[in-house]
Nanobody, 117 residues
Framework: QVQLVESGGGLVQAGGSLTLSCTAS??????MGWFRQAPGKEREVVAS????????YYADSVKGRFTISRDYTQNTMTLQMNNLTTEDTAVYYC????????????WGQGTQVTVSS
């Protein structure tokens, strides 16, 4: 199991920015990602990154506004969120997967992001 510890989040006005970080420890993993779940909605992937290659994926709803990055030496993943809207309000989770073909199998505790209008 990989242990994931998130930091960041909070309350911000629409148009503002926030940065989320996730530090991993434990066994190795192939990819990490950020997910979010808003009240009454299903959890959705926001962005992901292949750990060794740095290849990224973004949901259409955040393209051009969010940037995912990783510090390979510190085992830390960051999500820079700009131009936030009220639609971005959710609990954000970081997650990791053991191999490229596996499902995400380790999860952080979640951090609340609230965007006010």
């Amino acid at each position: 199991q990989v242990q994931l510890v998130e930091s960041g989040g909070g309350l911000v006005q629409a148009g503002g920015s926030l940065t989320l970080s996730c530090t991993a420890s434990g066994r190795t993993f192939s990819s990490m990602g950020w997910f979010r779940q808003a009240p009454g909605k299903e959890r959705e992937v926001v962005a992901s990154i292949r750990w060794s290659m740095g290849r990224t994926y973004y949901a259409d709803s955040v393209k051009g506004r969010f940037t995912i990055s990783r510090d390979y030496t510190q085992n830390t993943m960051t999500l820079q969120m700009n131009n936030l809207t009220t639609e971005d309000t959710a609990v954000y989770y970081c997650a990791s997967k053991s191999t490229t073909m596996s499902a995400y199998d380790s999860w952080g505790q979640g951090t609340q992001v609230t965007v006010s209008s």
